[in-house]
């Protein structure tokens, strides 16, 4: 059964920073495209950041372009999202999803976690 489980999430300041993790089970982890999405309270989920199976290659929406780094611990199983500089539009259930390399359909979505940035 294949699982992906996020943490990290949290209520902070604006200017302050997170760092979500997403743990993966029941997978052939280093096969698999992992990308972040987020979903604000009436607003359609939205694409965030996207990392390669090795790690090397990487992509971010415009809106968090420096401000947010993906990263991947193929060993471990898990992908890190390191959040900084929050702004309170970052508020949102962020969700981490996974596909084959081969395909665009995201197979997996992790359950979510709440980011909240106060002003």
């Known amino acids: 059964q294949v699982q992906l489980v996020e943490s990290g999430g949290g209520l902070v300041q604006a200017g302050g920073s997170l760092r979500l993790s997403c743990a993966a089970s029941?997978?052939?982890?280093?096969?698999?495209?992992v990308s972040w999405f987020r979903q604000a309270p009436g607003k359609e989920r939205a694409l965030v950041t996207t990392i390669g199976r090795s790690g090397h290659n990487t992509y971010y929406a415009d809106s968090v372009k420096g401000r947010f780094t993906i990263s991947r611990d193929n060993a471990k199983n898990t992908v890190y999202l390191q959040m900084n500089s929050l702004k309170p539009e970052d508020t949102a259930v962020y969700y981490c999803a996974a596909r084959d390399s081969r395909s665009l359909k995201f197979d997996y979505w992790g359950q979510g976690t709440q980011v909240t940035v106060s002003s």
């Open positions: 029941g997978l052939t982890f280093s096969n698999y495209v």
